[in-house]
């Protein structure tokens, strides 16, 4: 489970800011939470503001981390660039490192990993952890000077190898260092959605089991789809389409195989004038079903998967093409059925602001300044009853982060 998610000097971000999960000492919907290590955590969080204010790029933040963390000391090489955006619109930060920090819980062990790095390489990287006492040190880094904790005996053999655009982490890792492998592993359940495509392959080998389709089914039943089955059938990955073969090709890149390439029919009843079902007319899901749907498609994998199995989910624009009260039906699925999993998401849906599904430490914003320069925070840090109409104070600019509009510029007198 995440605890934190610490970012600065990244894109808009140039500042430190800091996404909580830890629940505040509020009592509303004590189903959203969970209670880990002593701590109790939420199982969501809705992030919301202007376009271009830096919502996605709090989520990018998090996903560069975990992408370099994965594959840093597999895929740099030597002399390679790391691939950092600092932030550019100041003298004081373009030059200096970008951080990222993680709190997370594994096993009822609290971690603390972090790291400061610049394009040519790391400058800093630190490992804590904690058992319900005072936190430890595992490791410490600054360039290639390492200390070695006396619980990480596992990072003392490959201090010499690692590179100095690597991540020690990654490279204890992948020398079978029991306590890093553990790690990767969870941070391989950091599923980031950036963008849908009906391909998701976390949806398709979902649905090579029985169970898992009948349960997809059932969601597609219930958000009122009027599909009433689906045929996923195994096609020659070569004689796809290109837009397919596009798709396999950025799957791969990025360490994703598919273990079967499918075209994906969908079936629809047929009535006649009494309307009663005749037969079933087959569909080319790609040519003949709705955005919505095929969004609705690309994203049931991933949450069911990680409602069933653990893990977080991340999803930018949640709302994307998809009706507010199937978005409030995935929210909902999401904090009543799972135990020990979490869903982060951004959206423009204001619908969403709403304390019949959130408290308000569970409601985060981001505000873009005049300098360029994004600041997440939460609805908790202002003072306002918990049943107060957030959408109503949120569109009013209560709580900042909305879109400036002047309606008197050159289109002023035509919109009096």
Partial sequence: MLVKFSVQNFLSFKDLNVMDMIAAPIYQHEENTILLQNLKLLKSAAVFGANASGKSNLFKAMNFAKNF?????????????????????????????SLFEFVFIIDDIKYRYGFRLNNIAVIDEWLFSANKAKESLLFERHEQNIKIGAKFKEGHRVIELTRKNALFLSVV?????????????????????????????????????????????????????????????EIDKNKAPKFIQDKLSKLKASGINLKFMPEIKTLHNK??????????????????????????????????????????????????????????????????????????????????????????DQIYFVDKNKYGQSNLYSLYDYNIRYDRTFAKDYLEGKFKAIPFIDEYGIFGNELK
């Avoid at 089914?217 to 219930?222: C, F, G, P, Q």
């Avoid at 949640?318 to 959206?347: D, G, Y």
């Fill in 69 to 97: 963390i994965l594959s840093s000391s597999k895929e740099t090489q030597v002399n390679e660039k790391i691939p950092v955006t600092p932030f550019l619109l100041s003298t004081i930060t373009e030059n200096e490192p």
């Fill in 173 to 233: 890792a992948q020398f079978n260092g029991i306590i890093a492998e553990t790690i990767l592993k969870w941070f391989y359940k950091f599923n980031i959605i950036e963008g849908f495509g009906i391909y998701n392959p976390v949806t398709v080998n979902y649905l090579e089991n029985s169970d898992n389709k009948k349960e997809f089914m059932e969601i597609l039943k219930i958000a009122d789809f009027s599909i009433s089955d689906l045929k996923l059938l």
């Fill in 271 to 360: 009535y006649d004038k009494n309307n009663k079902i005749v037969e079933t007319i087959e569909f080319d899901f790609n040519e003949n079903e709705s955005k919505g749907t095929k969004n609705l498609f690309s994203l049931i994998g991933p949450i069911l998967d990680t409602i069933n199995k653990g893990g977080i989910l991340v999803i930018d624009e949640l709302e994307s093409n998809l009706h507010p009260l199937v978005s409030r039906f995935l929210i909902k699925l999401f904090h009543i059925k799972n135990k020990n999993a979490q869903f982060i998401f951004n959206t423009h849906d204001t619908n969403l602001l709403n304390n019949k599904y959130f408290r308000r």
